[in-house]
């Protein structure tokens, strides 16, 4: 996040989520990605809320800066989308599945920018995240991992910044309703598993969070008190940022999800008790180098959020928790 100031802070247009009852392990995930700029999976039955969190994530997010909204601004005046002279709020798109890759990267005889490029600084929202293309969906890698996208023509190359963060969603079955306390599941092992190996091993091990959606019986929604507000949120936020500012502030990087392994072995330290569990659970569930160090920038996140230098077993835990516990993925 840049040193300047924000200018701009328009909350208005998003849910609250004072207004999402239940589901406290998704809003703790959703709190924890918007502190450390995770990307984030949510699993769950059709109706659990996974678009109404989802639409109310940016109001948790800190405010757009000054420079982010002129960076913001110009990608959307060349894609020709600009309603007002500046953008004023961070960018949230949410292309359909059934998009092409063009549209999503960006690309055509003459380049303009994708999906990707337009969330720049802000969100990019894939629901129905395993119905995307393939192709698509490999594509997301370059700019997952480049924060840019690089076209290449007869012309010259062009490059897009495409610095978001990717919020999907899917079922945890064809049907949607795998585990699901309200209807039965009624697909087959195998169409579950072909439902599950449409999102290959690179893209999963890309994304940070992975959180499994309950659905909430209706009759219970009535006695539920009201959620937690953005607003005290946010602000838990907002301070675990200003921490990784401080900690970043002579290195190119802006929050922990942007460390390198160098930087992880420079800021992360575990106690003993954190450190032999995150051995054992490495070694159980076989996780890659990858995810190794995603669940390290998670609990970072998860320790800045409660202000400690110094990452627990509890961080670890929860960290693992978001990583290995999901009903469709482990």
């Not at 490029?117 to 997301?140: I, T, W």
């Not at 439902?195 to 969070?209: E, T």
């Amino acid at each position: 996040m840049p040193e300047t100031s924000s200018l701009f802070v328009d909350y208005s247009s998003y849910p609250d989520f004072s207004e999402i009852k239940g589901q406290y392990l998704t809003k703790r995930a959703l709190e924890i990605a918007a502190a450390g700029f995770h990307n984030v999976l949510m699993v769950g039955s059709p109706g659990s809320g996974k678009s109404m969190m989802a639409k109310a994530f940016p109001s948790i997010l800190p405010p757009i800066s000054f420079d982010e909204a002129i960076e913001t601004t110009k990608i959307h005046s060349v894609a020709g989308i600009l309603d007002d002279f500046i953008v004023k709020s961070r960018p949230y798109r949410s292309p359909h599945h059934t998009i092409s890759d063009v549209a999503l990267v960006g690309g055509g005889s003459i380049p303009r920018p994708g999906e990707v490029s337009l969330a720049h600084n802000g969100v990019l929202f894939l629901d129905e995240f395993p119905e995307f293309k393939r192709s698509s969906l490999e594509v997301l890698r370059q700019p997952m991992e480049d924060r840019e996208v690089v076209i290449s023509r007869a012309t010259g190359r062009f490059r897009f910044p495409s610095k978001f963060q990717l919020l999907a969603a899917a079922n945890p079955c064809p049907c949607g309703y795998k585990n699901d306390q309200t209807k039965e599941c009624r697909c087959s092992p195998q169409e579950i598993k072909r439902y599950r190996n449409k999102l290959s091993g690179p893209i999963v091990d890309r994304i940070d969070i992975i959180s499994y959606v309950s659905s909430v019986p209706p009759e219970e929604l009535s006695s539920m008190k009201s959620g937690e507000s953005s607003k005290s949120i946010r602000n838990r936020v907002l301070k675990a940022i200003e921490i990784q500012k401080k900690r970043f502030k002579d290195l190119s990087v802006n929050f922990n999800s942007e460390m390198s392994p160098s930087m992880i072995e420079n800021f992360v330290k575990l106690d003993s008790p954190a450190e032999n569990a995150l051995k054992i659970s490495a070694k159980k569930y076989g996780i890659s180098a990858r995810g190794y160090h995603r669940i390290l920038k998670v609990a970072r996140t998860i320790a800045d959020l409660e202000s400690s230098d110094i990452i627990k077993l509890k961080h670890i835990v929860e960290a693992l928790n978001f990583r290995l516990s999901d009903e469709l993925y482990s």
